[in-house]
């Protein structure tokens, strides 16, 4: 069975950090692109970042630039995504997906998905 398990999430301060990290079961992620997503109450899921699968092209959207790092360990069949200087607005459950194609952060593009882990920013 093909899955995606996202980990890492939790509570944090203003201004804190959390590494999230997306694991995969059933196949391994060295062939996809990644992208992570996340959705926040009563909004629409929103692209974050996405890393190729050769780990050679990243993006990230102009709201976590600067903030958040993604990438990759091939050996461990990871994908991480560092975020730093949280904001509350980063508030969201964080979802990694997996996708045949170039990096981008259209999630119509993407194939497997993860259950996702809670993010919270408060103080």
């Known amino acids: 069975q093909l899955q995606l398990v996202e980990s890492g999430g939790g509570l944090v301060q203003p201004g804190g950090s959390l590494r999230l990290s997306c694991e995969a079961s059933?196949?391994?992620?060295?062939?996809?692109?990644i992208g992570w997503f996340r959705q926040a109450p009563g909004k629409e899921r929103e692209g974050v970042s996405c890393i190729s699968s050769s780990g050679g092209s990243t993006i990230y959207v102009d709201s976590v630039k600067g903030r958040f790092t993604i990438s990759r360990d091939t050996a461990k069949n990871s994908v991480y995504l560092q975020m730093n200087s949280l904001k509350p607005e980063d508030t969201a459950v964080y979802y990694c997906?997996?996708?045949?194609?170039?990096?981008?952060?259209?999630?119509?593009?993407?194939?497997?998905w993860g259950q996702g882990t809670q993010v919270t920013v408060s103080s």
């Open positions: 997906a997996a996708a045949h194609y170039r990096c981008s952060v259209n999630a119509n593009n993407y194939i497997y």
């Open positions: 059933g196949f391994t992620l060295n062939y996809y692109t």
